[in-house]
């Protein structure tokens, strides 16, 4: 499939390249409304104007009227719940919980569109006309230039609303101060819904006008928040015109990518063109932007400052990872088959929180790549056990290492890069490398899953499907492997809150202006913190690889690195006891197994549910489940003393 | 003639076009207490920003035992022997007493709390703490590094007199052991009551700089704090009470 690439082609292709610009930039200026009024980076804007579309697909096609103005009300209805259910009340929270809330949000729309439409593709229907224009003797589709248009005119008109009336004045002054505006007489309540509903009717709008010039399903319409945020950043949050004229080149940079990759010098793997090079644009264009540029951005956005969640010292930790153990080989050696795997996926996934309790809990930075980096140990290990045929314990080993270097990647913009910033370029990044490097045939394995050879120990196979000392399978041996690299993992977390170094780490949580003034050294700390994140994330990804025998791309995905950062934020992201939390509550662990077993709710419903359950925890339990149930217990035990004295 | 510590010549300081230090020429002596005193907006705490790292120098040399500090970054600096206290104490809410302390590179052989009277306070966590007893911790987190040179910025601030007089004690104390003090404060008796040597600061250039008693009635200190007084500095909004301190 080779084309010729004259300027028509390339002419054809930015023209095309408009549509899916357009749609990124009525996106992200709504992300900068939001941004500007409630201090919330919308992560959740794709998936919102995803729900928008599927419903106006499916009114069109059942032919219900005025299907574009009932989208419209559905937009400004979404816009205005999530503002009063889920940022009314974190309001005076800090920006990691209203990031993990909107994080929340985007898990549970986007639950609710594969739940009522299923994860396929869908038609959408036209709403602009179809036809072509002549344009320099190439035939463009009309919609494009319309999209195009239609944006510009809409930035435009935002722009003069901010700048002219008195709304948009009262909006910039709650920007600047909350207290202001009150004391202005305005309420900043009904400012806020006003541009909830501004921001959501304008991506859903142009979500039903642009879904049939991409494709409408879940995931890719969720993850356009990529180059959204991109273009929002770049625009520094504030601008609308830097905003919308990233979003355009990157809208044209993608489409002439395409054209690109039907030239016969294109780099080609296995016969088709080299897979993520759309995705890795975004996140190039943001980390060489972020690095140069440094602390020149907002301040807004890079001082994620307290109140994060409390990571007290652990108590008797000796003694409660004994207890555990113990409960643990008992569980596995008494419980069914079925109740055994949740116990191993709840321990791998503990594993995964335990990451997370480092690199955000301990340190503070917010990475959304934890699954890039457990991908990268679990291809690791594929191929140097697959391809280069060596022997255990060598594949882990080197998986885990892999792990170790990406996270140390990553932790090379987190130096210059902070807070919010990061957890943005993390995101990209964890795209990119999804689809870059594991849906490489060639460096990954395509769309197929790569195989994992078992653990094998003097000639004997410890693999989940094996049968163990003459017990069915899920074999108990492995999931006593699991178990030991649980409490493996459990003692490094446990002992690095206890030494210097993880009290180091803290203080630079805390300010590191002040750890930098009592001599720590800020960078190395941090460089340690996603060094020893990368180590426990790559011992999951590793475990990963063992429980399915094998890796896949889609396991290692950026919405499932947001629902796991979700579920470490819930289970409580500064305490070992939140990752053991988080772990009983990830997908097809011992809690949603529970569910599904004990009330008949089927599987499909786990998503819902894990989203509901983040957005509902950051607003009644910021410091995670685990902390308040340890708080619980203590004030109650202090009422009992308090009544034995009395 | 002994060497000086700290050795500023000409420090100058910009943010943008406004001028926060002006050509600041400063000495400090091993074993002295410094105090720096001057309206609010007089650069006090550029200053100490300015010789810890945390605010870029425009122009100027900066020397600590003839080394360039202007070389290093804050890090660098504390481990070289400057500690510092905050305006706003800056304690790392999610550590107990004892681990704000160990967090300190290059540690002490006698504990910083035993020093302070604070060690019963060792496993509190400072969100737990008075006024009075977070402001020890800070102190004890800087002195916990075995700093040569301790920058402290308004530590009287929010005191009471006793916690004050206990301040000026433990300073002494710290500057009998060899450590070079340099207290920013708007306590008046307690500044000049306890330090060798007085500086005094206004928009951003040393007018005064010499003993207390010289300086207590230096005519062009009380214009300073008279100047503020009469509200023509408009980045002085409180420096009235100042004034009444200083005339007190």
């Not at chain 1, 006003?194 to 409408?216: E, K, R």
């Not at chain 1, 080197?398 to 370029?425: C, D, H, K, M, Y």
């Not at chain 1, 964890?430 to 197929?448: D, E, T």
């Amino acid at each position: 499939m080779t084309s010729s690439l004259g300027p028509e082609q390339v002419l054809a292709f930015v023209a095309l390249g408009l549509g899916y610009g357009a749609l990124i930039a009525g996106l992200a200026t709504g992300l900068v409304v939001t941004y500007r009024s409630s201090g919330v980076i919308n992560v959740a804007a794709g998936a919102t104007a995803a729900l928008v579309a599927y419903v106006y697909s499916e009114l069109r096609t059942t032919g219900v009227p005025f299907a574009l103005v009932i989208g419209l009300v559905v937009a400004a209805v979404l816009g205005a719940l999530q503002y009063l259910l889920v940022y009314r009340p974190l309001a005076k929270a800090g920006p990691l919980a209203k990031l993990v809330a909107s994080s929340g949000v985007l898990l549970t729309a986007q639950a609710v569109i594969v739940l009522r439409w299923g994860a396929d593709p869908v038609a959408a229907p036209a709403i602009l006309p179809q036809e072509t224009v002549d344009l320099l003797g190439v035939s463009i589709p009309q919609d494009r230039l319309l999209l195009a248009g239609l944006v510009i005119v809409a930035t435009a008109l935002l722009w003069a609303l901010y700048r002219h009336t008195r709304f948009g004045i009262a909006t910039r002054a709650t920007a600047d101060s909350a207290k202001g505006s009150v004391l202005l007489g305005l309420s900043t309540g009904r400012l806020e819904v006003a541009n909830w509903v501004i921001a959501s009717v304008l991506g859903g709008l142009f979500g039903m006008l642009a879904a049939p010039t991409t494709q409408l399903q879940p995931t890719t319409f969720t993850l356009l928040v990529v180059p959204v945020l991109t273009a929002a950043l770049l625009g520094g949050f504030s601008s609308f015109g830097v905003t919308v004229a990233t979003a355009f080149g990157l809208g044209v940079v993608n489409s002439l990518i395409a054209l690109l990759q039907g030239q016969s010098w294109f780099p080609q793997v296995e016969g088709t063109p080299l897979p993520g090079v759309t995705e890795l644009v975004p996140f190039l264009v943001l980390a060489v932007t972020l690095y140069l540029r440094g602390r020149a951005l907002p301040d807004r956005l890079t001082a994620v400052a307290p109140p994060m969640p409390r990571a007290p010292r652990p108590r008797r930790a000796g003694p409660a990872m004994a207890v555990g153990a113990v409960v643990a080989v008992a569980a596995l050696a008494g419980l069914p088959f079925d109740w055994r795997q949740a116990l191993v996926n709840s321990m791998l996934g503990a594993v995964l929180c335990l990451s997370v309790v480092v690199t955000t809990g301990f340190v503070g930075q917010i990475s959304f790549a934890q699954m890039a980096v457990a991908g990268a140990a679990g291809y690791v290990m594929a191929t140097v056990g697959g391809d280069l045929g060596l022997p255990f314990p060598l594949p882990p080993l080197a998986g885990i290492a892999a792990a170790v270097l990406t996270s140390l990647l990553f932790s090379v913009p987190a130096r210059r890069v902070r807070g919010l910033q990061l957890a943005v370029l993390t995101l990209a990044g964890g795209v990119a490398a999804q689809r870059f490097w594991f849906g490489n045939p060639q460096w990954g394995s395509g769309l197929r899953p790569a195989n994992v050879a078992p653990i094998t120990v003097f000639g004997m196979e410890i693999s989940p499907s094996r049968s163990f000392w003459g017990t069915e399978p899920p074999s108990q041996g492995f999931g006593l492997v699991v178990l030991a690299a649980l409490l493996g993992c459990v003692f490094l977390v446990a002992w690095l809150r206890r030494s210097d170094l993880g009290a180091r780490m803290l203080a630079v949580r805390s300010s590191e202006a002040a750890a930098a003034a009592t001599g720590v050294n800020v960078g190395a700390v941090k460089t340690l913190a996603f060094a020893i994140g990368g180590l426990l994330a790559g011992v999951a990804g590793v475990l990963y690889g063992y429980t399915f025998t094998g890796v896949s791309a889609d396991r290692f995905g950026p919405l499932t690195s947001i629902a796991f950062f979700g579920v470490a934020v819930l289970g409580g992201v500064g305490t070992v006891g939140g990752a053991l939390v988080g772990g009983l509550l990830v997908a097809q662990g011992l809690l949603f197994h529970a569910v599904t077993t004990w009330f008949g709710i089927p599987p499909d419903y786990q998503p819902l549910f894990a989203g509901l359950a983040v957005v509902l925890t950051v607003i009644g339990s910021p410091d995670g489940v685990a902390v308040s149930v340890a708080d619980a217990a203590r004030s109650l035990r202090v009422r009992r003393l308090a009544l034995g004295e009395s | 003639m002994t060497v000086p510590l700290l050795r500023a010549e000409a420090l100058s300081l910009y943010y943008g076009g406004v001028c926060a230090l002006r050509r600041i020429d400063v000495e400090i002596m091993p074993g002295e207490l410094v105090g720096v005193i001057g309206p609010n907006g007089a650069g006090k705490s550029t200053l100490l920003d300015a010789i810890t790292g945390f605010a870029p120098l425009t122009d100027g040399s900066l020397t600590f035992e003839g080394r360039d500090l202007r070389r290093h970054g804050p890090t660098q600096r504390a481990r070289m022997g400057v500690a510092r206290t905050w305006q706003t104490l800056q304690l790392f809410e999610d550590l107990t007493v004892a681990e704000n302390v160990r967090t300190a590179v290059g540690r002490h052989s006698v504990s910083p709390l035993v020093r302070l009277g604070i060690d019963r306070l060792a496993e509190r966590m400072p969100g737990e703490l008075s006024h009075g007893q977070r402001v020890l911790v800070g102190v004890a987190r800087a002195l916990a590094g075995s700093p040569k040179l301790l920058l402290m910025d308004e530590p009287a601030a929010g005191l009471d007199g006793h916690e004050r007089a206990l301040l000026g004690e433990i300073l002494r104390d710290v500057v009998a052991s060899g450590t070079s003090v340099v207290l920013v404060d708007h306590d008046m008796p307690l500044v000049l009551g306890i330090c060798d040597r007085v500086c005094v600061l206004d928009f951003g250039e040393v007018i005064t700089d010499g003993p207390p008693h010289a300086v207590r009635h230096d005519p062009a200190v009380i214009a300073a704090y008279l100047g503020a007084d009469e509200g023509e500095d408009s980045e002085s909004p409180d420096g009235s009470g100042i004034g009444k301190e200083a005339v007190r």
